[in-house]
């Protein structure tokens, strides 16, 4: 659902977390509407995008809209995106730590 996707391909695949809608993301759709490489495509595909909703405003400069920057000031202090890096390192030591197990298992059976 966070993921902006289509069969067609013409999307961004980005992760947008408050992105409520499935399919594409709020410009990716408002891309698909226009014709390619026309004038109006090529103004919105380089208007600033929310990375965490999907909408896109041509004079968006930071990084978030305004109603993801307030409403994720409280609860998102940043340590978030620590822990969720912490888990992706552990799960990537736990994959690369299994493997040389099955591996030795596999042999084992073999003898
Ligand atoms: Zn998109
Ligand atoms: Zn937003």
Redesign the pocket.
């Known amino acids: 659902m966070d993921i902006c996707e289509s069969d067609l391909g013409d999307c961004c695949g980005m992760s ?1 977390p ?1 992105k409520s809608s499935q399919g594409l993301c709020v410009k990716c759709s408002k891309l698909v509407t226009l014709e390619d490489g026309s004038l109006q495509y090529e103004q919105w595909k380089a208007y600033g995008q ?6 896109a405003y041509k004079n968006l400069s930071t990084s ?6 307030t409403s994720g000031m409280p609860s998102m202090p940043g340590d978030n995106t620590a822990e969720i890096n912490h888990s992706a390192i552990e799960a990537s030591c736990e994959t690369r730590q299994n493997n040389p197990s099955t591996v030795l298992l596999f042999i084992w059976q073999l003898e």
């Open positions: 947008f408050k929310c990375e965490s909703c999907g909408i978030k809209c305004g109603r993801c920057a």
